[in-house]
């Protein structure tokens, strides 16, 4: 269970500054992530907002036009958008037009995610099997796992975009308030982290939807980058050299073991690989 988390709590880390500190992030990981979370600019806002202590339930500070515009747009009570009038905000506002049920929502969350992973994941695999059948006739087993593989990545983005947004459902409006008295801990309270952080705690569990040889390589995958928020690198230009070489050294060492001995090398890069160096 290492794998699983390593890659839960690196996750929780990425996902947490992409909330609410992206200029860790490196820009296109950044913009990546808000690609695939297909969430309104402006909820985020909010909820940053909350955590600053400037969207505060029960006062009117000036907040209120930001969530508002979101409910002209969607054909909401302009209420909803009003802290000072509404408490908490309705969590039909997270959903963005998928209805009030929070598990319909996280339903749809994957239905459409998965959809768009497909998009990507369908056609590398295609590619995949393009450069294998250079070098031998296609199986039926090579189809199929290739779409099995494709199909397992898909579930896996999808159930970590369902599952952060579930997270953060479940604990601000349907288990947390059930759990916790609203005296101890407060929908202000929830709204300015706790529900964030809970969406945060639970996405990382989507990586259990992947093979367990998998898992290992998406660990040491998000690893490095989660490090990077918590530790970022402030060292001088001069000595940009040493990530060159290690770069250098890393990647020789993989084209080697592709080259040696393929089967260490796995997935959809295993595979390109392959092609890539086949001289058949």
Avoid at 128 to 156: E, G, I, K, N, P
Avoid at 224 to 252: G, H, K, N
Wanted: hydrophobic share 50%; with cysteine; aromatic share 10%.
């Amino acid at each position: 269970m290492a794998d699983p988390l390593v890659f839960a709590t690196s996750s929780a880390i990425i996902m947490w500054s992409w909330f609410y500190a992206p200029h860790r992030l490196p820009r296109a990981y950044n913009a990546w992530i808000s690609s695939a979370a297909r969430v309104d600019g402006r909820l985020i806002e909010a909820l940053r907002q909350a955590r600053y202590g400037n969207f505060v339930y029960g006062r009117d500070t000036g907040q209120a036009p930001l969530l508002q515009a979101m409910c002209v747009d969607y054909g909401w009570p302009l209420a909803w958008g009003d802290p000072a009038q509404t408490v908490p905000i309705p969590c039909e506002m997270v959903h963005m037009g998928a209805g009030p049920n929070c598990h319909y929502h996280a339903v749809v969350r994957f239905a459409r995610s998965w959809l768009a992973a497909m998009k990507l994941y369908a056609p590398l695999n295609v590619v995949v099997l393009a450069r294998l059948s250079r070098r031998r006739r296609l199986s039926l087993h090579d189809v199929a796992q290739r779409a099995l593989d494709a199909t397992r990545s898909a579930a896996f983005l999808a159930a970590f975009i369902a599952l952060f947004y579930y997270g953060v459902c479940l604990s601000r409006t349907r288990l947390g308030p059930r759990l916790l008295s609203a005296r101890t801990v407060t929908p202000m309270m929830w709204d300015s982290g706790l529900c964030v952080g809970a969406g945060c705690a639970l996405c990382g569990a989507a990586v259990l939807v992947e093979q367990a040889s998998r898992r290992t390589e998406i660990a040491l995958f998000v690893a490095p980058r989660a490090a990077a928020t918590v530790l970022p690198r402030r060292y001088d230009a001069r000595y940009r050299w040493r990530e060159q070489a290690v770069f250098a050294i890393s990647a020789a060492v993989v084209f080697t073991v592709a080259g040696e001995r393929p089967e260490r090398v796995r997935g959809v890069l295993g595979g390109l690989l392959q092609g890539v160096l086949s001289t058949g």
